[in-house]
């Protein structure tokens, strides 16, 4: 999100495919559709003279709005596979970006006269690297830095010595994680007045500060470890904010005359942060989550929460990632399962995903999984949302509603087992869930298990975009 001079709080919504605007004197909210469908709206800045600019991840745009005339202006970036990620505006204004994809990982610059230009980070293909450059900022200096994702490193641009074409002016910064089994993505990034690049690292749970003139890393453990992500900011009195997007909390660290100082919200310098591999279940907690956000590989591999994928979802060739999303291909005659986190007795499990053809093909969510033969699951298979349970490789439905489900449309499956009675809801991603529950059933066959997602892929391929499980 970003604050305009009149104190309006401005926010994209990729999901929705619109930028939203929040009055606070009004306490009112309005919404703008973006023109291009499903262009999946994502960072946002505002220009002095009021302009919002946003990315559009999924098109390779980016745009602005004026709220004056409530019109768009998109731009296109030569590459079709860019995927515009984070956006800042300088002080000249001109528009700066990342182009997030390690087959592309350039730096945009849309000036103020409305000449776009691109910047190479290494001059080497990056394909395959993980270098996904993700957040921007702009440093008192008017140099642009930004986070690598999957590389561990901070990148930055001297504008005066920069060179479109070219990676001249561009200085990359590598840190060595301290945790070296819990994988490292670094994303958001931030300026303090004080002569500091601030940045978190959402697997190693750490946030941390470089010097702008060069120097050594400092890091520190959020407090939650609660998954630091995107949303990092330094404010006016150069305090530190970022989000603990799975700990559902803000986090604030207050700088002393070096470090941050201590508080219940803030965090102690550390070099061991504690690996989130093995979390013990909490009521509200998360069990596992991924987003999918990471380079082309075969299988699941490491979720976004630094936890392995288990099940199937390691071992067989049908699972890979491609497009920052999970994939599980077309195989006549076999099931397979993914599972994440650890056992739980009571739980939820909401994912994201859509299939090619239903034909003799299914997906959905498990619960109490024990292996590939005893399980609950709610799934949909394109005419109906079915609870079923499978004992000793024994399949019987315990519930069914009718549900009439599109081959390619993605939709979102709410699966909660507490004790004896099992829920489920399904729904177009694109829309909100239902009141209430569509189908519920009572079995107490299973107590406890692990959560995670099973696909029949007969006659087509299942893509997954988000899966998040919790315990109640």
Known sequence: MAVDPNGKVWFTMPVTNA????????????????????????????????????????????????PGSHTFHEIATPATNSNPYGIRVDASNNVWFTENSDAVALIGEYTARGVLKEYKIRNTSTAGTGLTPHMITIDPNGNVWWSEGWVSAIGMLNVAAAQPGTNIGVTEYFYTPSCSSCGSHTSGISADRQGRIWLDDSLQNTFGSFPIGGGSFSFYNSPSGGHPHDGLNVNSQNRIWYDEEFANKVAEAIQGSSTPTP???????TSTPTSTNTPTPTPGSTLGKDTFQRVKQSRWG????????????????????????????????????????????????????????????????????????????????????????????????????????SAGTSYTIHFRGVGSTLTANAWAASGLEPSGWMVTASDSTFTSGYCGMRFLTQNGTATVTSFQAKWL
């Open 302 to 405: 490491t979720a976004s929460d630094g936890q392995t994928w288990g099940g199937d979802a390691n071992s067989l060739s049908a699972f890979s990632i491609s497009g920052n999303t999970g994939l599980v291909a077309k195989t006549v005659g076999n099931s397979y399962s993914a599972v994440l986190g650890p056992s739980a007795t009571d739980a939820e499990v909401y994912a994201r995903g859509s299939i090619s053809s239903f034909s003799e093909s299914n997906f959905g969510d498990v619960l109490r999984w024990t292996n590939g033969n005893n399980w609950y699951k709610a799934y949909i298979d394109g005419a109906n949302l079915i609870v079923q349970k499978k004992v000793n490789g024994v399949t019987t439905i315990l519930a069914s509603v009718p549900f009439r489900a």
């Open 19 to 66: 930028i939203g605007m929040y009055d606070p004197v009004a306490t009112t909210v309005s919404q703008w559709a973006v023109p291009t469908a499903g262009a999946g709206p994502w960072g946002i800045a505002i220009d002095s003279g009021g302009k919002i600019w946003f990315t559009e991840h999924y098109v390779n745009q980016i745009a602005s709005f004026d």
């Open 263 to 269: 508080t219940p919200t803030s965090s102690s310098p």
